[in-house]
């Protein structure tokens, strides 16, 4: 086994601080050297009892630290190309959480980036497929346990939006997850997305409708549908029902006891992603982690990132004119064959 991995974590806000803490805490072979914000005192509070790891506010300064072997990138999307293209340049490992870039363009240059340093360096951040649920529905498609797999329902609820949570993001921030979900079950690219736009809530912000029913298929014919609905109020709740041709599979749902009493039955809700996904992230860095010492990843692909992102731009186009819009998507590397 190489050496641990010394990480400099770009980004300190809820996911990265959240990261911080995990590999501070939970993961094996690798330690923080680093964290990165423009808010260095947010960086300095998140290297609070971490010896060694030093706050800085550029993260280039951090890229060339030679402390340094490794990357999480954990800023808003728009900022990710720039520090992907750096980190290539210095061929280490990088998580990148999603998006890996906001559009197809620019996530295009980052395959065509990786491709030419001639291996993959690149994991991206779709954490769902680490989690057990997941990974035991993937097992029963794969095997084809109830025979072929014919649709997939998706529900994605959240209990509310932060401000200047815009419509687009409904596709960007919160659908690319069941885009890649899709793509993961399936082991399919998506060929067309549309978006309907039915009755709204009264609880979404000026400029947000919400929610929103959106229509996928795939290369073979699978039909999925995605309820995105992020003014749910009453929690954060995931889930999946597959449909094949001998019976179905749900995940997801209520989490922890079932009680009955005093009149009343009924479980919990989890209130964010931390809570519904905090295992799948800590199988994930740490698959991450384990990969990166033996010079490969331990996951979504830069590929997936760029697909997703085709996705994303088909969705949103298709919010906008409510016609079945094809992804538009370029022949793949044999890096990623």
């Known amino acids: 086994m190489s050496e641990t991995l010394r990480i400099a974590v770009i980004g300190a806000g809820r996911m990265g601080a959240d990261h911080i803490q995990r590999l501070n805490t939970r993961i094996h072979g690798a330690e923080v050297a680093a964290v990165v914000d423009v808010d260095l005192a947010r960086a300095q509070a998140a290297i609070e009892g971490i010896p060694g790891a030093v706050a800085l ?20 999307g728009f900022l990710h190309e720039d520090i992907l293209l750096k980190a290539l340049a210095r061929d280490i490992p990088i998580l990148c959480e ?15 980036a990786e491709e030419k340093l001639g291996r993959k360096r690149i994991q991206v951040g779709f954490m769902r ?17 109830l025979g072929e797999l014919l649709m997939l329902h998706h529900q994605h609820r959240n209990p509310t939006t932060p401000p200047g949570f815009t419509n687009e993001m409904l596709i960007n921030d919160s659908v690319v997850h069941e885009f890649d979900a899709i793509r993961f079950f399936t082991g399919e690219e998506i060929t067309s997305v549309q978006v309907r736009l039915g ?36 929690g954060y709740e995931v889930g999946t029902q597959a449909s094949f041709e001998e019976g179905t599979v749900s995940i997801g749902g209520d989490k922890g006891p079932y009680t009955r009493t005093a009149g009343r039955w009924g479980g919990n809700v989890t209130p964010g992603f931390e809570e519904r996904f905090g295992a799948a992230y800590d199988v994930e860095i740490q698959a991450w982690v384990d990969a990166a010492r033996r010079g490969e990843i331990g996951g979504p692909t830069a590929w997936d990132g760029y697909a997703t992102a085709a996705c994303c731009e088909a969705g949103v186009e298709a919010q906008k004119n409510g016609e079945k819009v094809a992804v538009k998507l370029n022949a793949k590397p044999a890096l990623y064959s």
């Open 57 to 76: 506010a550029d993260a280039e300064e951090a890229l060339n630290n030679g402390d340094v072997n490794a990357v999480l990138i954990a800023t808003p």
């Open 98 to 112: 999603k998006p890996m870039t906001p559009d197809a363009e620019s996530s295009w240059k980052i395959v065509q």
């Open 129 to 145: 497929r680490f989690d057990a649920e997941y990974a035991a529905l993937g097992d029963i498609i794969q095997n084809q346990e």
């Open 199 to 234: 009755k709204a809530t009264k609880n979404a912000p000026a400029g947000q409708h919400d929610p929103q029913h959106v229509l996928i298929e795939t290369e073979s014919g699978v039909l999925a549908d995605v309820e995105i609905f992020v003014n749910a109020k009453y």
